[in-house]
């Protein structure tokens, strides 16, 4: 079994920066494809970002590419979301998933309890 727990939300201006934290733990974290998504209120899901475990390959949804950037932390038990230029429309409960074989937009079998974000105008 594999627990994830993100931290790192909060309450920022437009154009402000945040980093979201995503930790491992349960099972070895090798091998495992990470991936963030978000939901905002009244809204389904959506993907936002995706790394491999195997070559750390990246791939964006295209509302945040150019802003948002994933990676992992040198222990590789740990992703970061590092967060740009925030905007309104960026508000939303923002989850980290993970899987051993899947990645990219998923499906994920773990996921994290989420963390708020929140971007006033």
């Known amino acids: 079994q594999v627990q994830l727990v993100e931290s790192g939300g909060g309450l920022v201006q437009a154009g402000d920066s945040l980093r979201l934290s995503c930790a491992t733990s349960?099972?070895?974290?090798?091998?495992?494809?990470m991936g963030w998504f978000r939901q905002a209120p009244g809204k389904a899901r959506e993907f936002v970002s995706a790394?491999?475990?195997?070559?750390?390959?990246?791939i964006y949804a295209d509302s945040v590419k150019g802003r948002f950037t994933i990676s992992r932390g040198n222990a590789k038990n740990t992703i970061y979301l590092q967060m740009n230029s925030l905007k309104p429309d960026d508000t939303a409960v923002y989850y980290c998933?993970?899987?051993?074989?899947?990645w990219g937009t998923g499906p994920y079998d773990f996921w994290g309890q989420g963390t708020q974000v929140t971007v006033s105008s």
């Open positions: 790394i491999s475990w195997s070559a750390g390959s990246t």
């Open positions: 998933a993970a899987d051993l074989r899947r």
């Open positions: 349960g099972r070895a974290f090798s091998g495992l494809n």
